[in-house]
């Protein structure tokens, strides 16, 4: 089982990014996914997540409205567009599998993370 | 929604048992049996170390166990070894189908 993300970038505020998830070695459809960030010597903080068949979508309070989580089942692909960036979004994003098919419980594989700055 | 509660820092000498708190609400840990706990060392990625309050994965060490009483869950690591050395973050589902994560404990072994 593989993950790995991709898409991290600086950015100036106010800009736009989108990350990518690669996934491997599971039945990628079969299961929720999610994505988790750390901030520089801070800690995790759930981002968003999306059920198996893409039918449901979750956000945190700090990034509804302006990220939007998506998957492409045909090519194993996780993403994450982020719009309307602002400093606090700097960040390293984990993409990450849950544990069953419709909402994530607990993760239990994750990538190594991609990361994000957002700064003029 | 605010962070679940958790001690900044755990120390123990090698070979004591420590025990991290996690605490809740009545919307998310008091509510569900999701609780899971995270191991991170630096510059790592996180780890799942207990699933489900008490599970342990294939792979983890049985002296890590988890339990949860009301809205406080613990996670004990007994017989503490110098690689235990680490940031533990608990989580949990909540009532607004979303996770919320601890602030993360880092642990010290003496």
């Known amino acids: 089982v593989h993950l790995a993300e991709s898409g991290g970038n600086l950015v100036q505020p106010g800009g736009s990014l989108r990350l990518s998830c690669a996934a491997s070695?599971?039945?990628?459809?079969?299961?929720?996914m999610t994505w988790v960030r750390q901030a520089p010597g801070k800690g995790l903080e759930w981002v968003s997540d999306i059920s198996g068949s893409g039918d449901s979508v979750y956000y945190a309070d700090s990034v509804k409205g302006r990220f939007t989580i998506s998957r492409d089942n045909s090519k194993n692909t996780l993403y994450l567009q982020m719009n309307s960036l602002r400093a606090e979004d700097t960040a390293v994003y984990y993409c990450?599998?849950?544990?069953?098919?419709?909402?994530?419980?607990?993760?239990?594989?994750w990538g190594k993370g991609t990361t994000v700055t957002v700064s003029s | 929604q605010s962070a679940l509660t958790q001690p900044a820092s755990v120390s123990g000498s090698p070979g004591q048992s420590i025990t991290i708190s996690c605490t809740g609400t009545s919307s998310d840990v008091d509510d569900y049996n999701s609780v899971s706990w995270y191991q991170q060392h630096p510059g790592e990625v996180p780890k799942l170390m207990i699933y489900d309050v008490t599970n342990r994965p294939s792979g983890v060490s049985n002296r890590f166990s988890g339990s949860k009483s009301g809205n406080t869950a613990s996670l004990t690591i007994s017989g503490l070894q110098a690689e235990d050395e680490a940031d533990y973050y608990c989580s949990s589902y909540t009532s607004s189908s979303t996770v919320i994560f601890g602030g993360g404990t880092k642990v010290t072994v003496l």
């Open positions: 070695g599971f039945t990628f459809s079969s299961y929720a």
């Open positions: 990450a599998k849950g544990a069953g098919g419709y909402v994530v419980y607990y993760m239990d594989v």
